[in-house]
């Protein structure tokens, strides 16, 4: 009897690389972020040490995680589930395990650089030149595997999350080429706002449509119901395309921009609710009548509570993206609160409960524990709203202060170390549920193969 890696290799090898590389880099990279909020607690903290030091630690967590964790996972899902909803093979698994190689080669080298000190200095663009080129090639193989797999498709009609993955090709390319590329042409207030226009729609323009459409495939999987509403999820997909382009201005109000761009970005932030209202009609209508299945399925658990995260951080979007609060919150500890709760609590959920249903199925066999699975999300859900709403409280208190000129700066700083600890206390909490998901993950693949997975249907 095979192992269920060797059987994933052999049936998938594509999504199977992708998955696999995904889950060590979520365990190590969220490790590194451990770490710099430790810094934030104790900032001797291993600070003798070049490359341990915040600045390069802090890169290495943020590209570890968006990149090395989400993207690949994302990429690796993708590979699985497209296949099925056209009916036929991935077009090329040699090509997705050529794929696959570059884009770890090119993590692994974003490794040494950010350690070394050697960026862009540009948040969320800090890989070198070479790398950023690297990113492009990568990107244009998985996209001529998806749209080749689309092309060559047995069914006719296309399902509402290949519509959101083949949007997300799309529009992580100009996305990209235009944080890491058209960057370089431009100098202060311009390259300022190219750069908040890459790292807003970062999540909204590549891990929104790619998670939300992850979630369109495996909530009615999971909880073997049909999709409530099909032209919900078009009229999402079609707002996303349309609206999410014009809100990474609202980081740069009260800045040196044009007030018309400030205003546009407002406007565009609080048409969100569009695309934002379908995706959870639609969610929530799908497992409608089966929330007992819910408290009982961690994959279920996972996909419902990323759908809650998704809700409010599209919630909180539009309410800082407005001028009165935007005076308060903006670069304090509640921006870093409001990233966390859109790629760990909604978007990594989403991942998370994908893998959790993928890779039993393409090892052949059971999930390695059930018990675990619920486990590590009571962590990961307990550990992330304490996280969460911690830095929302103390970046709340942090700008009111930072807007009274007669609190000192180093008053502040001194103020939010109690949250700083919450924190850390709470990040420790998720990271052991992360751990156990990635402990689950690898011992379902190195696990003995059997004919099929029991845990969840062939598709």
């Known amino acids: ?30 490790l590194v972020g451990l770490l710099v909020a430790t810094k934030f607690v104790f900032p001797e903290f291993m600070g003798n040490i070049s490359f341990l030091t915040y600045g390069r630690l802090r890169p290495l967590h943020i590209n570890g995680v968006l990149f090395g964790w989400l993207l690949a996972a994302d990429m690796g899902l993708c590979f699985y589930l497209v296949p099925r909803l056209c009916g036929n093979k991935l077009w090329s698994e040699k090509l997705g395990i050529a794929n696959a ?7 692994l080298g974003a490794v040494f650089t950010t350690t070394a000190g050697i960026t862009q200095g540009m948040e969320y663009a800090e890989l070198p030149f070479v790398l950023d080129v690297g990113v492009v090639v990568a990107w244009l193989m998985f996209g001529a595997n998806v749209f080749g797999t689309v092309a060559t498709r047995k069914h006719e009609k296309m399902y509402a999350s290949t519509w959101y993955i083949m949007g997300a090709v799309i529009w992580t390319a100009f996305v990209y080429l235009a944080g890491n590329f058209a960057t370089i042409f431009f100098s202060g207030t311009n390259q300022a706002n190219l750069n908040w226009f890459y790292v807003h729609n ?87 009548g089966k929330w007992d299945k819910v408290r009982q399925d961690p994959i279920l658990k996972f996909l419902m509570a990323g759908t809650t995260f998704y809700l409010l951080t599209c919630f909180q979007g539009p309410m800082h993206s407005l001028r009165t609060v935007n005076a308060i919150v903006s670069k304090t500890d ?15 959920f989403f991942a998370i409960a994908g893998s959790l249903f993928a890779v039993p199925v393409l090892a052949g066999r059971q999930l390695h524990s059930l018990k675990l699975a619920n486990q590590a999300f009571w962590l990961i859900f307990t550990g992330g709203i304490v996280f969460f709403a911690g830095l929302w409280v103390g970046g709340f208190m942090q700008g009111l ?16 170390r109690p949250f700083w600890i919450v924190r850390l206390l709470s990040g420790a909490l998720v990271y052991v549920g992360i751990f156990l998901i990635f402990y689950n993950l690898i011992r379902t693949l190195t696990g003995s193969a059997v004919e099929r997975a029991a845990t969840s249907p062939a598709v």
């Open 1 to 30: 009897m095979s192992s269920g890696l060797s059987r994933a290799w052999r049936e998938e090898p594509s999504s199977t690389l992708f998955l696999l590389s995904s889950v060590v880099f979520f365990a190590i990279t969220t």
């Open 101 to 107: 190689i570059l884009f770890d080669l090119i993590i």
């Open 202 to 288: 970062a999540v909204g323009l590549i891990f929104t449509p790619l998670g939300v459409g992850i979630a369109y495939y495996f909530i009615p999987k999971a909880s073997q119901s049909p999709l409530y509403s099909h032209r919900l999820s078009m009229i999402g997909f079609w707002t996303i395309a349309f609206i999410y382009v014009w809100t990474g201005a609202h980081h740069m109000i009260h800045g040196p921009i044009s007030q018309w761009l400030q205003t546009v970005s407002i406007l565009f932030s609080a048409m969100l609710i569009i695309p934002v209202w379908t995706v959870i009609v639609n969610f929530f209508g799908t497992v409608s």
């Open 334 to 348: 509640w921006i870093v609160g409001h990233a966390h709760m859109a790629v760990l609590g909604a978007f990594s």
């Open 401 to 416: 202060q930072w807007n009274n000129p007669a609190i000192p700066f180093i008053d502040t700083v001194k103020f939010m």
